[in-house]
């Protein structure tokens, strides 16, 4: 059974730090595009970064310098390490499968996993 399940998700405070983990089963993640989104309430879900099977990644504008993406292929995971975390990161974060780090083509989404920067 395919799958991809989401871990890391906590409240923490303002300039604080998570690493969320997306870990595959039943797949090979070095084979795929894996992308990282997220979703706050009443807001459309966007784009956070994506990791390519070679290794490029991409990312958000607004994250660009706090957040890194990375994949150890030996776990078939796939790690998204956020710092200087903002209230505004508040969100519920979702991986998913493509072939290619582009806007859409992703066929398999985790369940998610709830961040919430607050005091």
């Known amino acids: 059974q395919l799958q991809l399940v989401e871990s890391g998700g906590a409240l923490v405070q303002p300039g604080g730090s998570l690493r969320l983990s997306c870990t595959a089963s039943?797949?090979?993640?070095?084979?795929?595009?894996i992308g990282w989104f997220r979703q706050a309430p009443g807001k459309e879900r966007e784009g956070v970064s994506c990791i390519n099977s070679s290794g490029i990644t991409n990312y958000l504008d607004s994250v660009k310098g706090r957040f890194t993406i990375s994949r150890d292929n030996a776990k078939n995971t796939v790690y998204l390490q956020m710092n200087s975390l903002k209230p505004e990161d508040t969100a519920v974060y979702y991986c998913?499968?493509?072939?290619?780090?582009?806007?859409?083509?992703?066929?398999?989404w985790g369940q998610g996993t709830q961040v919430t920067v607050s005091y």
């Open positions: 998913a499968r493509s072939r290619w780090c582009l806007a859409s083509g992703y066929d398999y």
């Open positions: 039943g797949f090979t993640l070095d084979h795929y595009a």
